[in-house]
């Protein structure tokens, strides 16, 4: 079917009810909380900062859950999970955005600490964020394997890892950060395989360079960067067609390729004298 207005093919999948996402209070996924809210979904929105929550609570009342939790506290994702799940149903889209980034160095002890907080926000917070909404959300009607989803009545159960290109390969002075969205990428990958066929989708988006508080202390050249809003729009493309891996947007994703398939003695030469991420950023 095309839409008069557009000229584009109107999608047959409805417009998902409810979404939970992490790290809600800024950037990419204040973006994509302000997404769905437009289209009509409940979120959950889970972040540190409930100030900022409230904020978006404010402009969408009665459709934001605000949660302010730490993702490295499974305990506080599993009360909220189970108070959201009362009130507004299992979601039908579970996004693990939250995520921190700084440069680290090895032969820094006290960068030991920040390689800790990095790994425990960026993958076991993913893992926290997944654990306590996976068995409802499979014991929806699932879905055959490979079944297209255009004749689908709802939003199939998404569970959607933010990652980054940065997990493609190991960026120079972010050891910490590249190790956290490779492993991120992979668990994903894992998960998408464990649960082939059971209705509910995986999907790993891999951001380039997204205009946000994170990357607004970046002073080196950010090739093909998006405003979050834009990152947002296209992100939940991906994520309605259930795509299993994505770069946004799509000019990084050559990059990426391009990266991955240089072989070592090249990447590292081109590669050593990269711009570093600034180290000592407090990460609490
Ligand atoms: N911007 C980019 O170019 C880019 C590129 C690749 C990947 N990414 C990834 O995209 C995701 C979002 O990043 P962003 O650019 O939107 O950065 P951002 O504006 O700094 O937002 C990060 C969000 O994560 C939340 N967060 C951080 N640590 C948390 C914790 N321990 N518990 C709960 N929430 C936490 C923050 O909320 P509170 O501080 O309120 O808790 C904030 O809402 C991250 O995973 C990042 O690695 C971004």
Redesign the pocket.
């Known amino acids: 079917m095309k839409s008069a207005a557009s000229g584009f093919a109107e999608s047959r999948i409805p417009n998902p009810q409810s979404v939970v996402i ?9 973006a994509l909380a302000r997404h769905y809210l437009e289209r009509g979904a409940t979120v959950a929105a ?4 409930a100030e ?1 929550l409230q904020t978006l609570s404010a402009e969408f009342p009665d459709k934001v859950f605000c949660y302010a ?4 506290d499974a305990a506080a994702i599993r009360a909220a999970a189970s108070d959201f799940m009362a009130r507004a149903g299992v979601p039908d889209i579970v996004i693990a ?5 700084c440069g680290t160095l090895t032969e820094y002890v006290e960068d030991e600490e920040v390689f800790q907080s990095v790994m425990d ?2 993958v076991l ?1 993913i893992v926290k964020t997944f654990q306590p909404f996976l068995a409802a959300m499979r014991s929806k009607p699932p879905l055959p394997p490979g079944e297209d989803w255009g004749g689908e009545k709802r939003f199939a159960p998404t569970l959607v890892g ?5 997990g493609l390969r190991g960026l120079p002075g972010s050891g910490a950060y590249s190790a956290s ?1 490779a492993a991120a990428i992979s668990y994903m990958e894992s998960l998408r395989v464990e649960l082939y066929g059971s209705g509910v989708k995986v999907v790993t988006l ?10 607004d202390i970046n002073t080196y050249p950010m090739p093909f960067i998006l405003d ?1 809003d834009m990152a947002a729009k296209r992100m939940a493309r991906v994520i309605e067609r259930g795509t299993s891996f994505a770069v946004v947007p799509w000019q990084m994703g050559l990059v990426g390729w391009v990266m991955q398939h240089l072989p070592n003695w090249l990447y590292d030469r081109l590669f050593a004298n990269a711009p570093h991420k600034s180290r000592n950023v407090k990460l609490d």
Do not use: E, F, H
């Open positions: 992490t790290g809600a209070s800024s950037g990419i996924g204040l889970c972040a540190r900062r900022l939790l730490d993702v490295r955005n939250a995520g921190v980034s926000i960026n917070g933010i990652a980054s290109v940065a969205k891999c951001p380039g360079y997204i205009k946000t508080p994170m990357t979050a």
